[in-house]
């Protein structure tokens, strides 16, 4: 029998953005986050730090509430107490997200990266196999490991899952 070792060298956290408020005349860019979705980032932020996750680099869509939501996080666990805001990661597609990733500087081995549905889901499914089809919710997390020591040559498929979390907050 030939056993082969699946061995992480980097990590990637896909978040979706945590619960933001509703409201009419409120355009969607600028929606700040709920009571319940700032406790659901705290959750999240807890989490990590029960799991010892440490994030070297945080890059997040501009919008308010998934702003907010990365500064929540920021907080709880990360090394670098900045973040990196895009405005081509609001509503970004899969496409984008991927090449995010694949143009991460190589000294950085845990990302956390804050998007919105349906991309950071899709993109959840991209790169694990055997996920069937996912919908994240709101400040749900999925820890991805990945072998390849270089974020460009990021494969679909050939990555493992680590873990994931959902809030329980009602």
Same mark, same amino acid.
């Given at each position: 029998?030939?056993?082969?070792?699946?061995?992480?060298? =980097?990590?990637?956290?896909?978040?979706?953005?945590?619960?933001?408020?509703?409201?009419?005349?409120?355009?969607?860019f600028?929606?700040?986050?709920s009571q319940?979705?700032?406790?659901? /980032?705290?959750?999240?932020g807890?989490?990590?730090?029960?799991?010892?996750?440490?994030?070297? =680099?945080i890059?997040?869509?501009?919008? =308010?509430? /998934?702003?907010?939501?990365?500064?929540l996080?920021?907080?709880?666990?990360?090394?670098? =107490?900045?973040l990196? *805001?895009?405005?081509?990661?609001?509503?970004?597609?899969?496409?984008?997200?991927?090449?995010e990733?694949?143009?991460?500087?190589?000294?950085?081995?845990?990302?956390?990266?804050?998007?919105?549905?349906?991309?950071?889901?899709e993109?959840?499914?991209?790169?694990l196999?055997?996920?069937?089809?996912?919908?994240?919710?709101?400040?749900?997390?999925?820890?991805?490991?990945?072998?390849?020591?270089?974020w460009?040559? *990021?494969?679909?498929?050939?990555?493992?899952?680590i873990f994931?979390?959902?809030?329980?907050?009602?």
């Amino acid at each position: 029998k030939f056993y082969f070792k699946f061995t992480i060298v =980097k990590n990637i956290l896909l978040m979706r953005h945590a619960h933001a408020k509703m409201g009419e005349g409120i355009n969607d860019f600028d929606r700040e986050l709920s009571q319940t979705g700032i406790d659901e /980032a705290n959750f999240i932020g807890d989490e990590l730090n029960a799991k010892k996750v440490v994030v070297d =680099k945080i890059i997040s869509s501009s919008a =308010k509430r /998934a702003k907010k939501t990365a500064e929540l996080i920021v907080e709880k666990c990360s090394n670098s =107490k900045t973040l990196d *805001l895009k405005d081509y990661l609001y509503l970004a597609e899969i496409d984008v997200l991927f090449e995010e990733i694949q143009n991460l500087p190589e000294q950085c081995k845990t990302v956390l990266l804050v998007a919105h549905n349906p991309g950071i889901s899709e993109l959840a499914i991209s790169l694990l196999s055997g996920l069937g089809n996912i919908y994240m919710p709101t400040a749900t997390i999925i820890s991805i490991g990945i072998k390849k020591k270089s974020w460009k040559k *990021l494969i679909p498929k050939k990555n493992k899952l680590i873990f994931s979390v959902s809030p329980e907050i009602s």
